[in-house]
T-cell receptor, first 117, second 109 residues
Framework: EPEVTQTPSHQVTQMGQEVILRCVPI?????FYWYRQILGQKVEFLVS????????KSEIFDDQFSVERPDGSNFTLKIRSTKLEDSAMYFC???????????????FGPGTRLTVT | KNEVEQSPQNLTAQEGEFITINCSYS?????LHWLQQHPGGGIVSLFM???GKKKHGRLIATINIQEKHSSLHITASHPRDSAVYIC???????????FGTGTRLQVFP
């Protein structure tokens, strides 16, 4: 069964460093998402991406964050200068359609645990 | 006030018991997702429904759009059902999911 994959599973970085989290969505999906979950809190939306551009972003997704689909398979989240409060589990998700279509179930990757020290 | 509320926050059960987890939402949403989060953190989609009822194995999800309420039922619960169950939905005219805080279920043998 197709699945969303994410690498690395765990990343430790020092405050101020840049990190890139990688995701490989399901191959025929067109809509891509990043969510994050700070330990003990609920999952929060960061950004959605379609047709090579951001379709929606949250207040969390400030200038320190960027997303890219550099080739036909990868979808990346970059944090330019990490802060302690960026420590969280980051989930990538993909879907075949959006609210206009009948099947827009989002499929989640296993997550990348980011620890900023 | 959270836009998506779940109850209870924590639930313990004996193996074999019938489980119900409730989700209420204040925003208008086009469909509701039930997700399962394992202790390792991974999220698995269980159901997406916009009306009525769906069943998959021992899991049943129902939704009442007018009352903005959904329930997830687990029949004949098993220790392997122990996980956090989360409801989430995209508000109208958006694809982003708004998540509930989750219900932590522990099923004991």
């Amino acid at each position: 069964e197709p699945e969303v994959t994410q690498t690395p599973s765990h990343q430790v970085t020092q405050m101020g460093q840049e990190v890139i989290l990688r995701c490989v969505p399901i191959s025929n999906h067109l809509y891509f998402y990043w969510y994050r979950q700070i330990l003990g809190q609920k999952v929060e939306f960061l950004v959605s991406f379609y047709n090579n551009e951001i379709s929606e972003k949250s207040e969390i997704f400030d200038d320190q964050f960027s997303v890219e689909r550099p080739d036909g398979s990868n979808f990346t989240l970059k944090i330019r200068s990490t802060k302690l409060e960026d420590s969280a589990m980051y989930f990538c998700a993909s879907s075949a359609g959006d609210r206009v279509f009948s099947s827009y179930e989002q499929y989640f990757g296993p997550g990348t645990r980011l620890t900023v020290t | 006030k959270n836009e998506v509320e779940q109850s209870p926050q924590n639930l313990t059960a004996q193996e074999g018991e019938f489980i119900t987890i409730n989700c209420s939402y204040s925003v208008g949403i086009s469909a509701l997702h039930w997700l399962q989060q394992h202790p390792g953190g991974g999220i698995v989609s269980l159901f997406m429904l916009s009306s009525g009822k769906k069943k998959h194995g021992r899991l049943i999800a129902t939704i009442n759009i007018q009352e903005k309420h959904s329930s997830l039922h687990i029949t004949a619960s098993h220790p392997r059902d122990s996980a956090v169950y989360i409801c989430a939905g995209p508000p109208y005219n958006t694809d982003k999911l708004i998540f509930g805080t989750g219900t932590r279920l522990q099923v004991f043998p």
